[in-house]
């Protein structure tokens, strides 16, 4: 999983490297919100944590039922996506209303090869959040550093 950290608190950002990379990576007119994909459908928003041991992913969708989603990892791209149909019929009298409704999203990470131990991964849906718990494998995981005994 790659993930850059960047200090947006600060007025002026260490580098202007920095300054620039974060000009030319947002949209002309979409400045304050990138939670819309190209095809203007809202993205949930994600958060991502590195721990010693895993990766807790947080995907905010509420509404949604834990059927409605759909999670796959194909080499080392992990896929999040959802459909939901919403049909409503209304009768009373000479009047008809019927009113549908669609949405849909899918969220990919790369993960880092020979990183994650993939046979190990749970997700669970509760409150409106997708959480996601992807294990390290032993390599992975930090390790104490080694004491060199000098002889």
């Given at each position: 999983?790659?993930?850059?950290?960047?200090?947006?608190?600060?007025?002026?950002?260490?580098?202007?490297?920095?300054?620039?990379?974060?000009?030319?990576?947002?949209?002309?007119?979409?400045?304050?919100?990138?939670?819309?994909?190209?095809?203007?459908?809202?993205?949930?928003?994600?958060?991502?944590?590195?721990?010693?041991?895993?990766?807790?992913?947080?995907?905010?969708?509420?509404?949604?039922?834990?059927?409605?989603?759909?999670?796959?990892?194909?080499?080392?791209?992990?896929?999040?996506?959802?459909?939901?149909?919403?049909?409503?019929?209304?009768?009373?009298?000479?009047?008809?209303?019927?009113?549908?409704?669609?949405?849909?999203f899918s969220r990919s990470f790369e993960l880092a090869k020979d990183v994650v131990d993939e046979e190990r991964?749970?997700?669970?849906?509760?409150?409106?959040?997708?959480?996601?718990?992807?294990?390290?494998?032993?390599?992975?995981?930090?390790?104490?550093?080694?004491?060199?005994?000098?002889?």
């Amino acid at each position: 999983m790659s993930i850059v950290k960047r200090n947006t608190g600060d007025l002026f950002p260490a580098s202007p490297r920095t300054l620039f990379d974060d000009f030319f990576s947002r949209e002309l007119f979409n400045w304050g919100n990138n939670n819309f994909s190209s095809t203007r459908t809202t993205l949930p928003y994600v958060n991502i944590k590195e721990l010693d041991d895993c990766f807790e992913v947080e995907v905010a969708a509420p509404g949604l039922e834990k059927e409605d989603f759909i999670i796959t990892l194909e080499g080392n791209l992990l896929t999040i996506s959802s459909t939901k149909k919403n049909e409503t019929e209304d009768r009373t009298g000479q009047y008809m209303r019927k009113e549908f409704s669609y949405q849909s999203f899918s969220r990919s990470f790369e993960l880092a090869k020979d990183v994650v131990d993939e046979e190990r991964i749970q997700a669970k849906y509760e409150n409106g959040v997708l959480k996601l718990n992807i294990p390290k494998t032993e390599k992975a995981r930090k390790q104490e550093p080694k004491l060199i005994e000098i002889q």
